[in-house]
């Protein structure tokens, strides 16, 4: 791969997609096609605001609170920085004391999520995610948008709620459902560019990142 190549981060959309439980699944069916005789192809898709690759905004937990509209393309282009996290369980401020999260950074956290969650038949409840604690730290360091390699920042079990209050209480932009199993740690480029959802509380995006 050239130093310059882009890589796509984002996971296909597809019936066999993982989805957050509870929530309407991805479903694409073939509207019209030419193997059946139609004059074209034509998909109908039918999926969820957080579907797959996606971002959320402060509209999805805070009533009330920014909608997808009043996204800063700022947080969403622009170098960030990509780091692993080792701890199996969840980011923690233990670990992102050693990262040094700098103010105004675009943070993209890769764990065991990567290599394991995505290729599970079935939504992994057990992924690691942000404590509430890391979150708090995240915010106290300033830092403008996070990005995760599974379907939230907070985890399944425990911190689900609390750690999304506190990212985007803080306004905090948030970029879930990445893959980043063929990405080194570092600094890359990055865009970011989420479905145009007129006052959306979140909406699908395409990400890539380029090295720096």
Known sequence: MSKNSWIDISVPLSNSMHGWPGN?????????G??????CNVSAINFNSHTGTHMDAPLHFL????TMDDLPWDAV?????????????????AELKKLKPKKGERLLFKTRNSAKSWKKPEFDKDFVYISKEGAQ???DCGVQTVGVDYLSVGGFYKDGIETHH????????IIEGL??????PGKYD????PIKFHKGDGAPSRCLIRPR
Do not use: N, Q
């Open 77 to 93: 282009i622009g170098e960030c920085r990509v780091v692993e996290i080792k701890d199996k369980t969840a980011i923690t401020p």
């Open 137 to 139: 730290y995240l915010v």
């Open 166 to 173: 506190v990212l985007l209480g803080a306004e905090m932009w």
């Open 190 to 193: 990055l865009i970011c560019l």
């Open 24 to 32: 309407p699944p991805t479903f694409v069916t073939m509207h019209l």
């Open 63 to 66: 009533h009330g609170a920014k």
């Open 179 to 184: 893959d980043l199993s063929k990405v080194k």
């Open 34 to 39: 030419t193997g059946k005789g139609d004059v």
